[in-house]
């Protein structure tokens, strides 16, 4: 383990159990969802980059619109 993960386990260990358990579910997941985007990209190499160069044909015909984090 990492220092700056301990750190992080040693200031979560002081929250209430409720909070620990909510933050350890979302860490759970987070690690989960990286895992299956890895496995599906390693299982489809060349996808990612396709999956860029249609965002960045898109972008360039104009079919994208700037991103307003306010109507998000």
Avoid: C, Y
């Avoid at 015909?61 to 307003?68: E, G």
């Amino acid at each position: 383990m990492t220092n700056k993960l301990k750190k992080a386990f040693d200031a979560a260990a002081k929250l209430p159990p409720a909070e620990q358990d909510a933050l350890a579910a979302a860490i759970l997941e987070e690690v989960k969802v990286d895992g299956l985007w890895e496995a599906s990209f390693a299982n489809k190499p060349g996808a990612l980059e396709r999956l860029s160069d249609e965002a960045l044909e898109e972008h360039r015909s104009s079919r994208t619109r700037p991103l307003d984090p306010d109507q998000l």
